[in-house]
């Protein structure tokens, strides 16, 4: 079975300091992993992936992720945050064995002060 | 553009009374899937299917039904609906491969049951 464990459900930043969203993950499988960011009254858009090739991966927005195995986590790093990166995060993970469920964390709100 | 869109955006109903909440995805992927979003819990998946007339249940099916049979086309239908159903609801679309494709999700549907 898979899960995700998102460790912070709420993050407070400055504008302009470093972001760190963490996700620890388990799979039987080896996993694919993705961060989805949903802002408010909006749908998910996809900020990166994580399929086995690069274990660093970059997203949309300055924002990217590592795979660690030997940690099992994929957390979500961006070195500036901006207002506008002010959401819900969403760490999730996907085994390969063919039915492509998505299991999701519980979310992360991400809040940006000025 | 590729996109999914769902219909209606909003509804407010009462108990009991049928009511369809449409999907539909110009991005010719096999497999879509329908989530729930409640506070604190994440995604959580309702049903999928791989391809036309292929369906199955994901992890919180109870109280709801689907069908596929277009491709491009994937409606949730509730034919009781109860308060605890009063959720966002959010389709999603993929190509089948095996958990590497990310999915993209439409705008979502925000339900109320009274």
């Known amino acids: 079975a898979q899960s995700v464990t998102q460790l912070d459900s709420h993050v407070s930043v400055s504008e302009g300091t470093p972001v760190l969203l963490r996700c620890n993950y388990s799979?039987?499988?080896?996993?694919?992993l993705f961060w989805y960011v949903q802002h408010p009254n909006k749908g998910l858009q996809l900020l990166l992936k994580?399929?086995?090739?690069?274990?660093l991966v970059k997203g949309i927005n300055g924002f990217e992720a590592e795979f660690k195995k030997s940690e099992t986590s994929f957390h979500l790093t961006k070195p500036s945050a901006h207002m506008s990166d002010a959401a819900e995060y969403f760490c999730?993970?996907?085994?390969?064995?063919?039915?492509?469920?998505?299991?999701f964390g519980t979310g992360t709100r991400l809040l940006v002060s000025p | 553009e590729a996109q999914v869109t769902q219909n209606p955006r909003y509804l407010i109903t009462v108990t009991g009374k049928k009511l369809t909440v449409t999907c539909s995805q110009n991005?010719?992927?096999?497999?879509m899937s329908w989530y729930r979003q409640d506070p604190g819990l994440g995604l959580r998946q309702i049903y999928y299917?791989?391809?036309?007339?292929?369906?199955d249940k994901g992890d919180v099916p109870e109280g709801y039904k689907v069908s596929r049979k277009e491709k491009r086309n994937f409606p949730l239908i509730l034919e009781s609906p109860s308060p605890n159903q009063t959720s966002l609801y959010f389709c999603a679309s993929s190509f089948k491969g095996q958990g590497l494709y990310e999915q993209y999700f439409g705008p979502g549907t925000r339900l109320t049951v009274t």
């Open positions: 994580y399929t086995s090739a690069a274990t």
């Open positions: 799979s039987s499988y080896s996993p694919s």
């Open positions: 999730v993970v996907s085994d390969r064995t063919g039915f492509q469920k998505l299991v």
């Open positions: 299917s791989m391809n036309v007339e292929v369906t």
């Open positions: 991005m010719n992927h096999e497999y």
